[in-house]
């Protein structure tokens, strides 16, 4: 154990193995005794006994693989719960897409898709176009084509008459994104949106709108992408309901604001 001024090792062990004495009685094991055999796990009060008081550096790392699967099972099996109760309890607008439709917008893109890119945008619609929510995370370096995957979600949503979201944390990459989707979106029709810090830039088509509730009052029913910072966690009240939300960066933002 960490030593410090006044708190030695042999202190904190002679605390410890009180308590072992006292208490690890009352710990009982969660997992049935097949996945300890088929894992080559340590019982659980073994391994808390064993972590503290090894034997050897063998018995050690086994006490720590056990205490360690707890732990991963545990985040396992509540991430399970949660997908168990969104399937049960949550409902979704179903935003599916022919494949017609789907190879028009690929076939109009500037590039050409990578294999990677085409099987996340499958799979990114298959999960839309279902009636429960989809929570996917879309992983990829910088300049890998994740935008584009987006896009192509975007644009099923559109298809629907439902608009979408995107959230970026900066306002650098909330312009460089409006700036793409513009791009992939605007031939097919699709409007977009830029909103950044109480203002909204407004383009379809080449046609250009700076007064933010005109173009709010306007195009208040037609299904729009906007594209802004934590600005549009603010503005909310002027947004519509979205058919799909993308949150680039997620993890720059806090839980609540990933919540909203």
């Given amino acids: 154990y960490p030593e410090t001024e006044g708190l030695s ?3 904190l062990r002679a605390r410890i193995a009180y308590v ?3 208490y690890l009685s009352l710990v009982s ?6 996945t300890l055999d088929e894992q080559h796990l340590m019982g659980l009060q073994k391994a808390i006994a064993t972590i503290h008081f090894p034997q050897s550096l063998e018995d050690a790392a086994k006490a720590r693989d056990r ?4 732990e991963i099972f545990t985040l396992m099996l509540r991430s399970h719960v949660q997908k168990h109760l969104w399937k049960t309890t949550l409902k979704a607008i179903p935003l599916p897409i022919q494949k017609k439709q789907l190879s028009r917008f690929i076939t109009h893109l500037p590039f050409t898709l990578t294999t990677d890119q085409v099987t996340a945008i499958d799979e990114l619609i298959s999960d839309i176009g279902q009636s429960i929510p989809t929570n996917r995370l879309l992983e990829g370096d910088v300049g890998a084509g994740k935008t584009v995957v987006a896009a192509a979600g975007m644009y099923a949503t559109y298809l629907n008459g439902e608009s979408s979201a995107l959230m970026a944390p900066t306002q650098i990459l909330a312009q460089q994104h409006y700036q793409t989707l513009t791009q992939l979106l605007t031939p097919h029709g699709v409007r977009v949106e830029l909103v950044l ?3 909204s830039k407004h383009q379809e088509l080449g046609i250009t709108m700076n ?3 005109s173009a709010f009052m306007i195009h208040d029913s037609s299904p729009c992408v906007y594209v802004g ?6 503005k909310n009240e002027k947004l519509p309901t979205f058919g799909l939300i993308v949150i680039d960066e997620q993890q720059r933002f806090g839980v609540s604001q990933r919540a909203t």
């Fill in 9 to 11: 090792s042999k202190w």
């Fill in 20 to 22: 072992l004495t006292q």
């Fill in 29 to 34: 094991e969660r997992l049935p005794k097949n």
């Fill in 67 to 70: 205490l360690a699967f707890d």
């Fill in 197 to 199: 810090g109480g203002r």
């Fill in 211 to 213: 007064d933010l509730d």
């Fill in 229 to 234: 910072t934590h600005a549009l966690l603010t």
